[in-house]
T-cell receptor, first 112, second 113 residues
Framework: GDSVTQMEGPVTLSEEAFLTINCTYTATGYPSLFWYVQYPGEGLQLLLKATKADDKGSNKGFEATYRKETTSFHLEKGSVQVSDSAVYFCALPGAGSYQLTFGKGTKLSVIP | NAGVTQTPKFQVLKTGQSMTLQCAQDMNHEYMSWYRQDPGMGLRLIHYSVGAGITDQGEVPNGYNVSRSTTEDFPLRLLSAAPSQTSVYFC????????????FGQGTRLTVV
C-alpha cells in the first residue's frame, strides 16, 4: 500500500542554518504530496503541496520538489528561524481515497 | 470563519468511563476524519466519513464509534476508556475531491488513568 518514510528527529539547528528534512514515498500513480506543520499545542496545518511530478511547492521560505524518479519530496529552507520550531509531517493521499497517510513526523528545534 | 472546532481541549478519564469528543466544521466539507497522534507513531486514522450517514473504519478503529448525522458534525465516542487510548486526537475535514488539503482542529489531549 501507499506509504511515507520520513527522516526522524529530533533535529536541532542554530538560527539561520540550512534545513533539509527527507521524505520518500511509495504510491500507486502520482498523487499530490503535502508537507504539514504542527506548532506547539496546535493542530496540523498545510505548509505546502505539489500536485504533479517536478512541481515545486513553496511557502514561508520552505520549498519541496516532487521528484518522481527518486520518489522523494524533501523539505528545505535556506535559513531557519526560532519561529520554525515545530513538528513537520510529510503526507500523501491513499490510492483512490481521501485519506491521508502521514510520515511519523520530524521535530525541529531552532536555537538562537 | 471557525474552520474545524474540537471540544474539549483536555480531558482526563478513568478506565472504563465513556465519553464523546466533539468535532464540528463550518466549511461544508463532505469528508471528515479522526486521527490519533502518539509519540513516534505519527498520525493514525481511526474512522472517517465521506458524507452524512456514511462512515467507515480506518487503521485503528477498535474501542471507538462514530456517526455522521449532519455534514457539520462528526463526534468520536470512546465506549469504555482504556489507558492505551491516552493520546492526542485530531479531527480533520476536506472537500470531497481527492488530493485536496485537509483542515485540522486544535486537538483533544486525552489521558486515561
Amino acid at each position: 500500500g501507499d506509504s511515507v518514510t520520513q527522516m526522524e528527529g529530533p533535529v536541532t539547528l542554530s538560527e539561520e542554518a540550512f534545513l533539509t528534512i527527507n521524505c520518500t514515498y511509495t504510491a500507486t500513480g502520482y498523487p499530490s504530496l503535502f508537507w504539514y506543520v504542527q506548532y506547539p499545542g496546535e493542530g496540523l496545518q498545510l505548509l505546502l503541496k505539489a500536485t504533479k511530478a517536478d512541481d515545486k511547492g513553496s511557502n514561508k521560505g520552505f520549498e519541496a520538489t516532487y521528484r518522481k524518479e527518486t520518489t522523494s519530496f524533501h523539505l528545505e529552507k535556506g535559513s531557519v528561524q526560532v519561529s520554525d520550531s515545530a513538528v513537520y509531517f510529510c503526507a500523501l493521499p491513499g490510492a483512490g481515497s481521501y485519506q491521508l497517510t502521514f510520515g511519523k513526523g520530524t521535530k525541529l528545534s531552532v536555537i538562537p | 470563519n471557525a474552520g474545524v472546532t474540537q471540544t474539549p481541549k483536555f480531558q482526563v478519564l478513568k478506565t472504563g468511563q465513556s465519553m464523546t469528543l466533539q468535532c464540528a466544521q463550518d466549511m461544508n466539507h463532505e469528508y471528515m476524519s479522526w486521527y490519533r497522534q502518539d509519540p513516534g507513531m505519527g498520525l493514525r486514522l481511526i474512522h472517517y466519513s465521506v458524507g452524512a450517514g456514511i462512515t467507515d473504519q480506518g487503521e485503528v478503529p477498535n474501542g471507538y464509534n462514530v456517526s455522521r448525522s449532519t455534514t457539520e458534525d462528526f463526534p468520536l465516542r470512546l465506549l469504555s476508556a482504556a489507558p492505551s487510548q491516552t493520546s492526542v486526537y485530531f479531527c480533520a475535514s476536506s472537500y470531497s475531491q481527492m488530493n485536496t488539503e485537509a483542515f485540522f482542529g486544535q486537538g483533544t489531549r486525552l489521558t486515561v488513568v
